[in-house]
């Protein structure tokens, strides 16, 4: 069975910075290309950034909202994919899912999320 | 960038229903288009891939259609437990997922 479960989430001032962690099982994660979604409170989903497998060269790419404040890490040998963000806005302000895809263009399994809250 | 279009935006059906939600994309996508179900306080779900493909293990009443610019989801019988939002999703090689903005169904 696939597992994603996320943890890190919490409560961070604007400017400040938060690891997001992801362990994942039941599924070849060293293969597999990873992505970030997030859902802001009663608002809907926007993508964060996907990570490559490091055989298809482990390239990281992210949406605009976050591009050069947020960065992507993977450690297959800990099947754990990581969420850094840093510089943060209160409109960052969201649930942040860990996704597995099975296929470049979807976002096949999903973790639980976790709350990340941006206030002073 | 290419923007997704959904209507309604919510919508009241009865048990048994026949229940389509639309997607409009703002230029051609081909059939890059997908469809997620979210219930209430619950991590969404892939329902169905490139336009009209069904992920292993969800009910046939569920299915898509389209091509080019316009795309729809359908229940051709609404159940209780398909309470829920439902996102049409585009993805293109920059690469950029681009969510729609969610259809809420509600039961009548």
């Known amino acids: 069975e696939v597992q994603l479960v996320e943890s890190g989430g919490g409560l961070v001032k604007p400017g400040g910075s938060l690891r997001l962690s992801c362990a994942a099982s039941?599924?070849?994660?060293?293969?597999?290309?990873m992505s970030w979604v997030r859902q802001a409170p009663g608002k809907g989903l926007e993508w964060v950034g996907r990570?490559?497998?490091?055989?298809?060269?482990?390239?990281?790419d992210c949406g605009a909202p976050v591009k050069g404040r947020f960065t992507m890490s993977r450690d297959d040998e800990k099947n754990t994919l990581y969420l850094q963000m840093n510089s943060l806005k209160t409109e960052d302000t969201a649930v942040y899912y860990c996704?597995?895809?099975?296929?470049?263009?979807?976002?096949?399994?999903w973790g639980q999320g976790a709350l990340v809250t941006v206030s002073s | 960038d290419i923007q997704m279009t959904q209507s309604p935006s919510s919508l009241s059906a009865s048990v048994g229903d026949r229940v389509t939600i639309t997607c409009q994309a703002s230029q051609d996508i081909n059939k890059n288009l997908n469809w997620y179900q979210q219930k209430a306080g619950k991590a969404p779900e892939l329902l169905i891939y490139?336009?009209?493909n069904l992920k292993t293990g969800v009910p046939s009443r569920f299915s898509g259609s389209g091509s080019g610019t316009v795309f729809t989801f359908t229940v051709s019988s609404l159940q209780p437990e398909d309470i829920a939002t439902y996102y049409c999703q585009h993805y293109d090689n920059l690469p950029s997922y681009t969510f729609g903005q969610g259809t809420t169904l509600e039961i009548k």
């Open positions: 996704v597995a895809q099975t296929r470049a263009g979807t976002f096949d399994f």
């Open positions: 990570m490559k497998s490091k055989a298809s060269g482990g390239t990281i």
């Open positions: 039941g599924f070849g994660f060293s293969g597999t290309w």
């Open positions: 490139d336009t009209s």
